[in-house]
C-alpha cells in the first residue's frame, strides 16, 4: 500500500523506488530524510540502502536535495568511489583482518613478517587519526605524522610495545609511514578510500650506523653468560622453564657470533639444515642451510660458519636430550617445548645485556641482537 507520508523522487525499471523523501518528528522539530537504494554494496559497506538526513523540514528543498545527492551518488558508483564514511581506525581493522585471513591460508605475497610489522605499526596511526574519515586523510596528516609520533613516544603515559624507544629512529618511522601507505592502497583498490596520500614519499636523511658491541663488551658479555648468576637468579633460579630459555638464549647468542646468519634465517633453522665439514686447510667448520622461504632475499643459501658454532649446537643438543626433548633432524633447533619456532628473542636480549652491564655503546645507543653481528669475534 502507498504511504502518502513517502514521496519517491526517482523510480527504477523494475518500479522499485531508487530514492524515497520521508519527515522524521524529532524532539525539537520535524526534519525530512531521504533513503537511496545502493546498486553497488561494495561501495556502501555492505548496506542495500543509505538514509541521510536532508537538514530541512521545508518538502520542496528537501526533495530538490535528495535529487542533487542522489546524482552525486550515482556519479559515486560509477566512478567506484565509496559512499558511505568509514572511520580510519575501522578501515585499518579491515586491511589487517584481510592480511590476516591470507595469512592463516598462506596465500603467496602475505607473510607473517610483515603482519607483525603492521600489528606493531598501525595502531600507531589508530591513535593519530581515530575516528577521522579514511577519505579525510591526506598528503597533510603523513607530513605531520613525524611530529606527533616524537610527541607520544616521549609521553610515558601513553601505552606502546614492550621495545618501543622514547625517541624513535627515522628508520622507524619510514617503516610505520609505509606500513600505513600500503593499507592505503589497500583500501583504495577495494573502493574503501578516495585519495591518495599513499604516494607520499618519506625522506629519511642520511642512514643511521647500526650499533655494535666491542670486543671488550662481548667478552663482558660472554663471561657473563658462562657465570652461575645468569642461569640461576632470583627467586626463579629454579625455574625449569627459564633455566631452559636462558641455555637456549646463550646458544643463541654465541651461534650467531660465529655463523653471521641473519636473525630471521637462524630462527627457522632445523638439525637437518646444519653439516660438519672440514674446509681447505683441514679446520673442521660448520655449514648451515638456509631456505628460499626463511632468507631475506629469496634465495637459499648455504653458510660456512666458524666450529665454536657446532660446538655450542652440540652442547645445545645435549642438553636438550637430558632433559627429554626430541632433537631429531625434522625439529627446529630454537623453540618453545612444545617445539614451536620464537617469535623473538628480544626481551631476553635486552635483559641479558641489561645484567651484564652491556646496553649502550660508546654513543649511547641501545645495542640490538644484530649487534653481535657486527663484529666476527673469535670465541
Not at 564514511?85 to 590476516?100: G, H
Request: net charge positive; glycine share 6%; proline share 2%.
Amino acid at each position: 500500500m502507498h504511504d502518502p507520508n513517502i514521496f519517491h523522487v526517482c523510480m527504477g525499471e523494475d518500479g522499485t523506488a531508487k530514492v524515497s523523501v520521508f519527515l522524521r518528528n524529532l524532539k525539537k522539530k520535524s526534519i525530512y530524510y531521504a533513503r537511496f537504494r545502493v546498486d553497488r554494496q561494495d561501495l556502501s559497506n555492505g548496506q542495500r540502502y543509505i538514509t541521510e538526513s536532508l537538514k530541512t523540514d521545508n518538502l520542496d528543498r528537501a526533495l530538490q536535495l535528495a535529487q542533487e545527492r542522489y546524482a552525486q551518488i550515482r556519479f559515486a558508483q560509477q566512478a567506484g568511489i565509496g559512499l558511505k564514511p568509514l572511520p580510519t581506525d575501522e578501515a585499518i581493522n579491515k586491511f589487517l583482518s584481510n592480511y590476516e585471513r591470507n595469512v592463516s591460508l598462506m596465500v603467496a605475497g602475505f607473510s607473517p613478517h610483515m603482519l607483525r610489522g603492521f600489528r606493531r605499526s598501525l595502531p600507531y596511526w589508530t591513535k593519530y587519526l581515530g575516528k577521522k574519515d579514511i577519505n579525510a586523510v591526506n598528503v597533510r596528516q603523513l607530513e605531520q605524522y613525524e611530529e606527533w609520533r616524537r610527541a607520544y613516544a616521549a609521553d610515558p603515559t601513553n601505552q606502546t610495545h614492550g621495545n618501543a624507544k622514547v625517541d624513535p629512529t627515522r628508520r622507524t618511522l619510514q617503516w610505520e609511514i609505509g606500513c600505513f601507505k600500503q593499507c592505503l592502497r589497500w583500501l583504495k583498490e577495494h573502493n574503501h578510500y578516495n585519495g591518495n596520500a599513499y604516494l607520499y614519499t618519506y625522506k629519511v636523511g642520511k642512514k643511521e650506523r647500526r650499533s655494535s658491541f666491542t670486543i671488550d663488551q662481548y667478552r663482558k658479555l660472554f663471561r657473563f653468560m658462562r657465570s652461575n648468576e645468569y642461569v640461576q637468579v632470583g627467586k626463579h633460579k629454579n625455574d625449569s622453564r627459564l633455566h631452559r630459555y636462558r641455555q637456549m638464549l646463550r646458544t643463541y647468542v654465541l651461534f650467531m657470533v660465529n655463523t653471521g646468519l641473519r636473525v630471521g634465517e637462524a630462527r627457522h633453522l632445523r638439525w637437518e639444515d646444519i653439516e660438519e665439514r672440514k674446509n681447505k686447510l683441514g679446520q673442521k667448520v660448520i655449514v648451515c642451510r638456509v631456505s628460499a622461504s626463511h632468507s631475506k632475499v629469496k634465495k637459499s643459501r648455504q653458510v660456512v660458519g666458524r666450529s665454536t658454532a657446532l660446538n655450542v649446537l652440540t652442547r645445545w643438543r645435549e642438553y636438550l636430550n637430558k632433559i627429554g626433548e626430541d632433537t631429531s633432524p625434522s625439529k627446529r633447533i630454537f623453540c618453545t617445548e612444545k617445539g614451536d619456532a620464537i617469535e623473538h628473542f628480544r626481551e631476553g636480549f635486552n635483559n641479558l645485556i641489561r645484567a651484564a652491564d652491556v646496553e649502550f655503546d660508546r654513543e649511547g645507543k641501545k645495542q640490538r641482537v644484530s649487534g653481535i653481528l657486527c663484529k666476527r669475534v673469535m670465541v
